[in-house]
T-cell receptor, first 112, second 113 residues
Framework: TQLLEQSPQFLSIQEGENLTVYCNSS?????LQWYRQEPGEGPVLLVT?????EVKKLKRLTFQFGDARKDSSLHITAAQPGDTGLYLC????????????FGTGTRLQVTL | NAGVTQTPKFQVLKTGQSMTLQCAQD?????MSWYRQDPGMGLRLIHY???????DQGEVPNGYNVSRSTTEDFPLRLLSAAPSQTSVYFC????????????FGQGTRLTVV
């Protein structure tokens, strides 16, 4: 079983602060995805990173795939209450790309 | 366009009862999967399918069965419900198996008493 550990597990910050969420594994992945989940809903894709060292930006969110394709980070600049939610990373294995392994999740709360 | 539809949204079962969670997608996706979500554990893969007639086990398959007779439908069967199966279940589909987005249903919240 490939494990994806996310840290921190919980994060409560004020509007305007910056934060970084980490997703780490001992396994190599062919790609790494980040999802956000709202209460009562299924996860929704934010981004997919494929190449080691790749950096993608989505407005105030910056995603990076580690050089060795074992880890990833999500950085949010000037967090807003609308960023509140559960953030999940998911890795597609190199051997069997049909399986997505999800991380343990980071629950973010942004208050005014 | 409905996407991925799961039914029911909520269910309470007694220990030992059986039931089927339904999942249907209208996007002609080949790959479908079932996950369970428990606090602090993210999403864990139960079973998945890469096409009609083909299924395989994920991380936590015990106590669950699946079948894939059509591209659209991927039901999950609980054979004899146990309290440890209390969870939120999500069905997801993807257009193919390589680095593509997973589309999720809204989930089924199951409580086994």
């Amino acid at each position: 079983t490939q494990l994806l550990e996310q840290s921190p597990q919980f994060l409560s910050i004020q509007e305007g602060e910056n934060l970084t969420v980490y997703c780490n594994s001992s396994s190599v992945f062919s790609s790494l995805q980040w999802y956000r989940q709202e209460p009562g809903e299924g996860p929704v894709l934010l981004v997919t990173v494929v190449t080691g060292g790749e950096v993608k930006k989505l407005k105030r969110l910056t995603f990076q795939f580690g050089d060795a394709r074992k880890d990833s980070s999500l950085h949010i600049t000037a967090a807003q209450p609308g960023d509140t939610g559960l953030y999940l990373c998911a890795g597609a294995s190199t051997g069997t790309a049909s399986k997505l392994t999800f991380g343990t999740g980071t629950r973010l709360q942004v208050t005014l | 366009n409905a996407g991925v539809t799961q039914t029911p949204k909520f269910q309470v079962l007694k220990t030992g009862q059986s039931m089927t969670l339904q999942c249907a997608q209208d996007m002609n996706h080949e790959y479908m999967s079932w996950y369970r979500q428990d606090p602090g554990m993210g999403l864990r893969l139960i079973h998945y399918s890469v096409g009609a007639g083909i299924t395989d086990q994920g991380e936590v398959p015990n106590g669950y069965n699946v079948s894939r007779s059509t591209t659209e439908d991927f039901p999950l069967r609980l054979l004899s419900a146990a309290p440890s199966q209390t969870s939120v279940y999500f069905c997801a589909s993807r257009p193919d198996t390589w680095n593509t987005e997973a589309f999720f249903g809204q989930g089924t919240r199951l409580t086994v008493v």
